[in-house]
């Protein structure tokens, strides 16, 4: 909120190496391997507040975005999406996607707040164990697509 209301803006920039140790000892950075696509981290002063990946497949995917609990609903996330939907757009893409799970009422209602909508895939179904960074995740879970045409684009 306070954000919001004061005008005061987010400090976000794309992660450097040598802030991948500090911010992964508060967030997770579990795409940091992945090779794909960058980290975006949200800074407040010198203390990471949340961070997202953005993967530069196509369409590019909006990943892993994350905000500490202390900083939720003063509007991490959706600067963090915007800042994510800039870089997608700099590099020439007009639409930019995301997955969240059917469970994820607050990333459905972040998500929808900023002009997200159904892509017209099928809900998918994961199940298993994903290899992620910091070491096995046990996944049961149903994933929704949406994305957004991103405006000035094409
Ligand atoms: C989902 C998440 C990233 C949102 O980050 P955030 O910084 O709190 O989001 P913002 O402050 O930018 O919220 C913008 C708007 O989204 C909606 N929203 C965000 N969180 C919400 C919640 N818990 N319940 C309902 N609406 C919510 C609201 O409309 C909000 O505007 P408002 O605060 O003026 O009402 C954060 O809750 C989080 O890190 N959750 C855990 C990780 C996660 O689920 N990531 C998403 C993976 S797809």
Do not use: C
Request: glycine letters at 10%.
């Amino acid at each position: 909120m306070e954000s919001r209301l004061t005008g005061v803006e987010w400090d976000i920039r794309p992660l450097a190496s040598e802030q991948a140790d500090r911010v992964a000892a508060v967030l997770g950075l579990a795409r940091l391997g992945q090779g794909d696509g960058f980290y975006l981290v949200a800074w407040d002063g010198d203390q990471p507040a949340g961070h997202a990946h953005l993967a530069l497949t196509d369409p590019p995917e909006l990943q892993d975005v994350e905000v500490l609990a202390q900083y939720r609903r003063r509007g991490v996330g959706s600067a963090l999406t915007a800042a994510a939907e800039a870089e997608a757009r700099k590099r020439g893409f007009d639409r930019l996607r995301v997955t969240v799970s059917v469970d994820n009422a607050a990333a459905q209602a972040l998500y929808r707040t900023l002009g997200y909508r159904d892509a017209g895939v099928p809900p998918r179904r994961v199940l298993g164990t994903v290899m992620i960074r910091t070491g096995p995740l046990e996944v049961d879970d149903t994933l929704l697509t949406w994305d957004k045409r991103l405006a000035g684009s094409g």
